[in-house]
Nanobody, 127 residues
């Protein structure tokens, strides 16, 4: 399956953005049964967990740094994953990646266990 993230941009502190991740598969494979997640890689740092979600929209989990500000959701009918980001801070600046785990319906926070990745979308928050 191919994942395409979009919605990033340059914003100011306190602004909001909504990221989308559209999934498509040449063989007709969907991600509706897969756990999915958002991860990010700040400049000069390792990729880190942001938020994950189970196949049916449950089992959500968030990094402490984004809890209460970000909301992950999915629309399986559209094969699309979302990340609503509110009250953005400069430390949220990163390339954001969406990922799917074809072997799990319940998500894990470990990025290395995810099997399919999008190319990422840049989010820059200015102070």
């Amino acid at each position: 399956v191919q994942l395409q993230a979009s919605g990033g941009g340059l914003v100011q502190t306190g602004d909001s953005l909504r990221l989308s991740c559209a999934a498509s598969g040449r063989t007709g494979r969907t991600v509706s049964n897969n756990a999915m997640g958002w991860f990010r890689q700040p400049p000069g740092k390792e990729r880190e967990f942001v938020a994950v979600i189970g196949w049916n929209g449950g089992s959500t989990s968030y990094a402490d740094s984004v809890k209460g500000r970000f909301t992950i959701s999915r629309d399986n009918a559209k094969n699309t994953l979302y990340l609503q980001m509110n009250s953005l801070k400069p430390e949220d600046t990163a390339v954001y990646y969406c990922a799917a785990d074809r072997f799990r319906s319940i998500p894990t926070k470990t990025p290395n266990l995810y099997t399919d990745w999008g190319r990422g979308t840049q989010v820059t928050v200015s102070s």
